[in-house]
């Protein structure tokens, strides 16, 4: 493995192709997940030299935590039907390696468990419908003990799922020939993942949707409950900043309006993001409009995610006003194909990419790229330039 696509073609191999296509997917014609890349290939990077570069450090102050790299652990769902107890792994490579990790909302393991491996993990919530259900999940992870809640706002309604029934895959999953097929011919997830799970810890079930358990992740005939979100507003933002005594992030914002509107209402942070291609199809990249969203918050720390897959986007972002990204999807692949290791080595590549490329940038600490470290094409100065003040 050496880079963070290598653990993508190996996690294609080792899992079956209803649990891959669940990571690997997104809305519709992959629009928005490829403009997710293609935002970051539209920037290029001019290199200072002759600038001693011997003791730079990748080290990154977030909310009054020096971490070690600027980038960690994106919210990402069902890690736990990937890899064997997904979640946890997940968890506990961040706390070792010192990034932040967000444990996903649709994840199969109790929020209770995950924090006592790293108390410093965040916890990232889908509100649920209505008030007294959302009172009731925002009290259970206050008293979990976390310490940054992290609210994801862009999932008003269920998106598009065509494509994961074309890979076969649903929620809960359904019991089926094909899926039978997929695990016998995918046997060390079979047994390395799921039999492995079902006979140590029971079958899995939606454990942090809400305040209570939800549904089992394999049902014949059970029916995931997918609140309808369509009716909330800014007022539920609010009574959660009234209920929620830590730091409170907002996430999937691509607007600055919005932005502004979040921080007015008492948001810490913002993480400007598209879900990784998985909402909207066509939803513009976060990467483009990440400057018009600094220039809105100057005095909260802006973040990203959404196509970040190699040291030098995550250089990319700090230079338009970014303070910290997120990457997702290649550290799910990593705890599939090598657990706790592959984690591990999987943010240790990530963290030598950043630092061999400030180096060859000529920067010595991640405080000091800006956007004079970068080059983009004419029609693009007018709306990526001027990332302002992070």
């Known amino acids: ?85 997904g979640d946890i792994v997940l968890a506990q490579a961040a706390a070792q390696e010192n990034v932040p990790m967000i444990m996903s909302g649709s994840s199969l393991i109790p929020l209770e468990q995950v924090v006592r491996v790293n108390p410093d993990a965040w916890f990232q919530a889908y509100l649920p419908g209505d008030e007294p259900s959302i009172i ?3 009290e259970r992870v206050r008293a979990a003990n976390y310490g940054t809640l992290v609210i994801t706002v862009d999932t008003p309604v269920p998106p598009n799922r065509e494509n994961y029934a074309r890979a076969g895959f649903s929620a809960p999953l359904r019991p089926s020939a094909r899926l039978a097929w997929e695990g016998i011919t995918h046997p060390r997830w079979l047994f390395g993942t799921f039999l492995k799970t079902m006979l140590r810890h029971g079958m899995p079930h939606f454990e942090n949707n809400y ?35 830590g730091t409170l992030v907002i996430k999937g914002i691509l607007d600055a309006r919005d932005a502004r509107i979040a921080v007015d209402a008492g948001a810490d942070g913002i993480i400007v993001s598209n879900h990784g291609g998985r909402q909207l199809d066509g939803a513009v990249a976060p990467l483009r409009v990440l400057p018009q969203v600094v220039r809105a918050c100057p005095t909260v720390p802006v973040m990203l995610d ?74 693009r100065l007018s709306g990526l330039s001027a990332a302002g003040t992070r």
């Open 136 to 138: 009731a999940l925002i």
């Open 306 to 379: 959404s196509g970040v897959r190699r040291g030098s986007d995550v250089l990319k972002a700090l230079a338009l006003g970014a303070k910290f990204v997120f990457v997702g999807r290649p550290f799910c692949y990593a705890a599939a194909v090598q657990g706790l290791p592959g984690v591990r080595k999987a943010i240790e590549l990530m963290q030598q990419e950043v630092s061999r490329n400030m180096a060859m940038l000529g920067v010595t600490s991640v405080g000091d790229i800006d956007e004079s470290y970068l080059w983009m094409p004419p029609t």
């Open 211 to 245: 305040a209570t358990r939800g549904a089992p992740i394999l049902s014949p005939n059970v029916q995931r409950d997918f609140s309808d979100r369509g009716h909330l507003d800014w007022r539920h933002f609010t009574l959660i900043r009234k209920l929620w005594p």
């Open 1 to 85: 493995m050496l880079c963070l696509d290598d653990f993508e073609v190996a996690a294609r191999r080792r899992l079956p192709a209803p649990v891959f296509g669940y990571i690997a997917g997104a809305a519709e014609r992959y629009r928005s997940f490829q403009g997710n890349r293609d935002a970051f290939d539209d920037v290029g990077l001019i290199t200072r030299v002759l600038v001693d570069v011997s003791r730079r450090s990748t080290a990154t102050s977030l909310f009054g935590r020096t971490y070690a790299s600027p980038f960690g652990i994106a919210p990402m769902g069902l890690a736990a039907l990937s890899a064997y107890r």
